[in-house]
Nanobody, 130 residues
Framework: QVQLVESGGGSVQDGGSLRLSCSVSQYNPKTTGWTAWFRQAPGKEREGIAAISPGDTITYYADSVKGRFTISRDKADGTVLLQMDDLRPSDTAMYYC??????????????????????WGQGTQVTVSS
């Protein structure tokens, strides 16, 4: 059973930066699938914001974070990183990582669907104050 553990959340001022990490147990570069970051603010739906493909050849970003957030993968241990710069109060949310080894639809719409993923972490809180 794949286990995901997020870390790196915290409280920052408007314009600040944070780097989130998602450690993936049983990482195997030959079988790993899409890994995505989602976030959920109070009273809102969970939304996909960044994702990276098997082989790290494709990345997707939601319009709300494009140009400010960068997703990457540490090839040594499979940890998926989310570098978040120029943070805004609207970025305040619980951030989750998710992965699935059997994604067949590689469209951005499918990759950012919550139902695409079978493995989820517990989340890490990000709070941005003005």
């Amino acid at each position: 059973q794949v286990q995901l553990v997020e870390s790196g959340g915290g409280s920052v001022q408007d314009g600040g930066s944070l780097r989130l990490s998602c450690s993936v147990s049983q990482y195997n570069p030959k079988t790993t699938g899409w890994t995505a970051w989602f976030r959920q603010a109070p009273g809102k739906e969970r939304e996909g914001i960044a994702a990276i493909s098997p082989g790290d050849t494709i990345t997707y970003y939601a319009d709300s974070v494009k140009g400010r957030f960068t997703i990457s993968r540490d090839k040594a241990d499979g940890t998926v990183l989310l570098q978040m710069d120029d943070l805004r109060p609207s970025d305040t949310a619980m951030y989750y990582c998710a992965t699935d080894p059997a994604v067949t639809d590689w469209s951005q719409r499918a990759i950012f669907r919550r139902e695409t993923y079978t493995h989820w972490g517990q989340g890490t809180q990000v709070t941005v104050s003005s």
